[in-house]
């Protein structure tokens, strides 16, 4: 499955931001999805994943209550809402793929796409 993310741009603490994720190739309902992001300096974490039917969500204790998950399987494309971001936050944001279940290890993500990134400006 190939993926494209989008969204990313420069906001400031408090605004709001969605990330999109369009999938093509395989069968995109077939995979759980998640997002990971990478600081200036610092290893890639995981974000937020969703199951392949949208069921089942799970969030890193960081951005949970503040960032909300979900997808949409008729438009193969998963979306990252990014609501009150702190500078904290800023990063390249990637979305993968995943058949191994709803994860947090980027290990278990075999595609992935190129990255959009969110700068947070206080």
């Known amino acids: 499955v190939q993926l494209q993310a989008s969204g990313g741009g420069l906001v400031q603490s408090g605004d709001s931001l969605r990330l999109s994720c369009a999938a093509s190739?395989?069968?995109?309902?077939?995979?759980?999805m998640g997002w990971f992001r990478q600081a200036p300096g610092k290893e890639r974490e995981f974000v937020a994943g969703?199951?392949?039917?949208?069921?089942?969500?799970r969030y890193a204790d960081s951005v949970r209550g503040r960032f909300t998950i979900s997808r949409d399987n008729v438009k193969n494309t998963v979306f990252l809402q990014i609501d009150g971001p702190k500078p904290e936050d800023t990063a390249v944001y990637y979305c993968?793929?995943?058949?191994?279940?709803?994860?947090?290890?980027?290990?278990?993500?075999?595609?992935w796409g190129q990255g959009t990134l969110v700068t947070v400006s206080s």
């Open positions: 190739g395989r069968t995109f309902s077939g995979y759980h």
């Open positions: 969703v199951s392949w039917d949208g069921a089942r969500t």
């Open positions: 993968a793929a995943s058949r191994y279940g709803l994860v947090n290890d980027g290990s278990l993500y075999p595609y």
